[in-house]
């Protein structure tokens, strides 16, 4: 029997049809955020055989179950925490129990007191503090970024971690596979060598072509001898200091020292056992330090398991608690319809809500999603500022000069449903203020968008940023 060119294309149709409906109805039945089932439904009608690949490689989420063992991954959480002994909460306002509540009994974050934290808003200061903890590391240094390139900066950073290690002091990194896939990996070999423990984070062979891109370490953790922690949303990159060709690079990082540093430590942990199969555990990396300042702190970490979104539904809480204020910084913002409600909600509530997202980030597509959202706030309240220093990549809440939350979360629809990501929530006054002024600050520096301007965007620019954002979900 002979096919010609015309009964083939017709049997493929029809057998793509076939397909299509299968996946659609696959779709629905998983009951899960609408505008996501909405956005894969017009993928696969719309773009023929495409919308089959990207389906394959980036909306099959059958595999979280077997990727990430939430209850085993729990139970060595902890089983971790335990060690860090007895702890003091402090003294918590009753309007924020609910919220250290809600971290507790979704993310097993422990509230931690009597910490001190220094916010750092430079990149070369994170970069100088970051080199100068390493090298008086005595017993181990944990190490996680989604992103640690061999450039100087990279360079000089595995530098000071093996000639940790061959000091005798036990050094772990993880990388996340995507996050630094065009890196050589003998730059990696190299760290092992001189004995470093190094291991990347769900190995992909072809990033692009796998579903597994879905679900990325997105997190950036330093832990030197249970004492003394990093966390924020630098990485480490020659860009991160250097900066862009049209500005320099904003980010911020909290570095810990106390009790707190605990939660960081558990979670580097609970990672390091799921990349390397290797449990490390016991009270050593866990030291009792006592009363260091005074901050309390819960390190909240997310992952794609389950259906509670933790750090986006701690920014929701938190928002709905706000009296006075709350400022948020992002590099990139693609809410889901929750967050958008309860940021409208804050705002139309008479808090003074204002957002901050770059003018111009390192994303075209992302910029082109965050402005088409910007129009749904700012009808409600939301005062809009477009930062024209540079990339702005700070992922930064501050709410009513008590309560903030630095980490690695963008708000975007991966970070919320589809990266692992942790974010340090500090209830302290002087914290908050810091992160307040840092926020004032970058304002200087930054264009407000007023209803005008934002109506007379060209035509083609809102039917460009209209058909992006029908994708955000899948970005």
């Known amino acids: 029997m002979s ?9 493929l149709y029809w057998l793509y049809c076939i397909v299509a409906i299968v996946l659609m109805v696959r779709v629905m039945l998983k009951n899960r955020d609408s ?3 909405l956005a894969w439904m017009m993928v696969l009608l719309f773009l023929p055989f495409l919308g089959l690949l990207l389906y394959f490689f980036f909306g099959r989420d059958t595999r979280r179950e077997k990727l990430i063992g939430r209850r085993l991954l729990s139970q060595i959480k902890q089983r971790d925490q335990l060690y860090a002994g007895l702890y003091d909460q402090g003294e918590i306002p009753q309007e924020y129990s609910t919220l250290v509540s ?22 070369s200061a994170f970069a100088s503090s970051l080199l100068r903890e390493l090298k008086v590391a005595k017993e181990h240094i944990h190490v996680q970024f989604y992103i640690f390139e061999n450039d100087s900066f990279g360079r000089e950073v595995a530098t000071v971690l093996m000639d940790k290690a061959r000091q005798g002091v036990e050094v772990r990194l993880i990388y996340d596979s995507v996050g630094c896939w065009n890196v050589d990996k003998d730059f990696y070999e190299q760290m092992r060598c001189a004995g470093v423990y190094v291991e990347s ?5 072809f990033p692009l072509f796998t579903n597994k891109v879905n679900y990325r370490n997105h997190r950036k953790i330093v832990v030197i001898d249970g004492k003394i922690g990093f966390v924020g949303g630098c990485n480490i990159a020659d860009r991160y200091l250097q900066g862009l060709k049209w500005g320099r690079w904003r980010d911020t990082m909290l570095l810990l020292r106390g009790a707190a540093v605990h939660g960081l430590q558990a979670s580097f942990l609970v990672d390091w056992y799921f990349t390397s199969r290797t449990l490390v555990s016991g009270k050593r990396y866990f030291p ?3 009363r260091v300042g005074d901050a309390i702190v819960q390190v909240v970490p997310s992952n794609p398991v389950g259906e509670v979104r933790t750090i986006m539904s701690g920014v929701v809480k938190l928002l709905s608690t706000a009296k006075n204020y709350v400022y948020l ?5 693609m809410p889901n319809e929750p967050f958008l409600l309860a940021l409208r909600s804050a705002a139309m509530s008479g808090a003074d809500v204002r957002l901050m997202i770059p003018m111009r980030s390192d994303s075209w597509v992302a910029d082109h999603i965050s402005m088409s959202y910007l129009g749904d706030v700012m009808k409600a309240g939301v005062k809009v500022y477009l930062y024209s220093g540079g990339m702005l990549h700070s992922k930064t809440v501050v709410c009513d000069d008590y309560v903030s939350s630095v980490g690695s979360a963008n708000l975007d629809f991966r970070s919320f449903y589809y990266n692992f990501e942790v974010n340090a929530f500090v209830y302290d006054k002087s914290v908050a203020l810091g992160l307040k002024r840092a926020f004032l600050d970058d304002a200087e520096h930054c264009h407000q968008l007023t209803w005008s301007e934002y109506c007379a965007r060209p035509f083609l620019h809102r039917c460009l940023e209209s058909f992006a954002r029908l994708f955000s979900p899948l970005l």
């Open 3 to 11: 096919w010609d060119n015309t009964t083939l294309t017709g049997a």
């Open 35 to 37: 505008v996501k089932t």
């Open 102 to 123: 809600f971290f507790k009994n979704s993310a097993l974050a422990n509230p931690f007191a009597y910490n001190h934290i220094d916010v750092i808003t430079e990149t």
């Open 329 to 333: 910084q992002t590099p990139y913002f």
């Open 288 to 290: 009792h330090e006592g």
């Open 201 to 205: 984070f769900l190995k992909v062979r």
